[in-house]
Structures are given as structure tokens and as C-alpha cells.
């Protein structure tokens, strides 16, 4: 008898962004990356394999996807059934807890959970760094979200080396993000097809390569010092960078809205006020600002001047995965 098994995985944002792969088979990325897992978002997923089902029925916020739409999760689904011996289709039913449509990167909490869940429910009983190379496959930010506090991933140059590990949690120390919570206002350019493009066509990617490497090793010592100032100015630097390799693309392509670059220059001005804040930004228009909650007050206010105070949204360092049986 299969067992319904769940799991809870939170999302996480790079600090040191991972924006292009390797090999897009095993999902290897150019580089490695460093993240921070947030303890306001996450993903819920149960999985059963059931032997009377002839397709996975996969149910998402309460809604019963199409087998297109289920494509993804169908094709992951896949892998598992191949490294478990598995035959039996599956019920998924997922959870995101972020607020509606913010889009934060809901595919790394997503795959995630599923790897955790699915695996576990086929009978598989991996390490947390086997699940972050199963959830790899998933989404390569998926990687870094089997773990709590910072994390890093390991580039690695096949499947067996390329993986996340924990640098620290518990974090003990002084650091938030505030997420500002923008309408995307153009069609997307997905993460998948953004970051072939920029490693086919920009002529800056060596050089991203070349920097995003050097910011591992300074964004690591930040950490290990519980220093904002160093983790929010290389933050800021290196998600520039990445955003740069986009403007650079043929063709261009970007995420900002104007509400994006009115966030980021009302971080610039507090800043140069003096308060110690930093801006990243992923695939879409939110901006995330790196701070630390004694500086709350003062940068929700000056973000009031322009955005409801339910587009701002604190977040702190969050946990790793965490799987249960029903
Ligand atoms: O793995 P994906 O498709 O969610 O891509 C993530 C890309 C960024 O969020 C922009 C950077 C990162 O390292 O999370």
C-alpha cells in the first residue's frame, strides 16, 4: 500500500544568482550559487501513488490541472518512477502559501516539495543532498530549497557533484528581506528561456562566469562575518550583473516595470540617508530588499510613499525541508 506522504519546503532567493545551465539535461548550472531561504513562503505537497489511476492527477492551490499545464510536475514525476521502480500513476496535490499571483519564485519551494514528497511516497529514502539533486531536475533553484538559513549550491560538473549544502542555519543573527510585491506588466520571458538565451547570445557571459565565481568566495566570508553591509553591496552587484546579461541579449530582454526602478532608486535614497539596505531582483519585477528588521519601520514607511503596505512583505530566514506522513 502506498502511503500519502507530505512535504513542506520554503522558497529561497539568491544572493549570488545561478542564470544559465551548463547542460540542460542534468540541469547543471555555469556557476555556482548562494541563497537565502525565507520562512514567508512556501509550498505544501502531498503525494500518493495510487495503482488504480491511469493518469497523475495533479491539483494545484485547490484546482485541478490539465494534463499540458501538469507537464512539468508530470515529467518529474517520471524521474522518480525511473530511479525508484515505481509503476503506479500518482495524486499531487500542492499548496502554495504566497500571497496571490506575487510571483516569488514559486518553483524552487514547488520542486522542492515534490521531490521530497515523491520520493518518499515511492519508497526511496534519500540524504538531504540526494533530495537536492533530485530537486535539481525539478528547477535548479529547487536545489537550494531542501535547505534552511543560507545555502550554497555546488556547480559541480555532473550529476553526482552538482548539489546544495547548508553554510548556515540556524541564522543568528540580524538579516531580513522586505519582498515588494509588483503586477508584472509584459508577457515573461520564462527563467528557462532567459538564461539559454543570455549563454547563447551575451557577449558578457564569460564575464559573468568569471565574477559570479569571485562572489561565491566573497559572499561566503559575508556570511561567516554576519556582515549585512558585505552580503546586501555584493547582493545588489551581482544581481545587477545578471540583469545586465539580459539588457545584453540579442534579443534584449528584461524584467523591470517602472514601479520596479521606483523600489530600487527609493533604496538608493535611503541608503544614501544612510540606512543600511540593498535591493535583488529575480526573474520578474519584485524587489527584494536586504536589511535588517531594526531598519523596518523606516524603510516601510519611505515605501509607503508608493506602494499599499500589503505589497511589502517581511520576510525572515526560514527552514529546510520538513516531510511527514498523512
Ligand atoms: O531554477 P529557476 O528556473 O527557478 O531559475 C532561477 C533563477 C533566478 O531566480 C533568477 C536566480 C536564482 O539563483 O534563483
Known sequence: ????????????????????????????????????????FYTETSVKFEPTLTHDQVTFNGQRLTAAKAQRIITFLDLIRQKSGETNRAIVETRNHVPTSAGLASSASGFAALAAAGSRAAGLELSRSELSRLARRGSGSATRSIFGGFVEWHAGHDDASSFAEPLQDPVDWDIQMIAVVLQASK????????????????????????????????????????????????AETNAMRMHALNLSAKPAFNYFTADTLTAINAVQNLRAHGINCYYTLDAGPNVKIICASTDTAVITTALQQYFAADQLIIAKPGPGISITEA
Open 187 to 234: 508577457k515573461p520571458v520564462s527563467s528557462t528561456v532567459g538564461m539559454q538565451r543570455v549563454v547563447e547570445t551575451s557577449p558578457y557571459y564569460p564575464a559573468w562566469v568569471d565574477t559570479a565565481n569571485q562572489d561565491l568566495g566573497a559572499m561566503r566570508q559575508a556570511i561567516a562575518n554576519k556582515d549585512l553591509t558585505q552580503v546586501g553591496t555584493l
Open 1 to 40: 500500500m502506498s502511503k500519502t506522504i507530505i512535504a513542506k519546503a520554503h522558497t529561497n532567493i539568491a544572493l549570488v544568482k545561478y542564470w544559465g545551465k551548463k547542460d540542460p539535461q542534468l540541469m547543471l548550472p555555469q556557476n555556482g550559487s548562494i541563497s537565502l531561504t525565507l520562512d514567508h
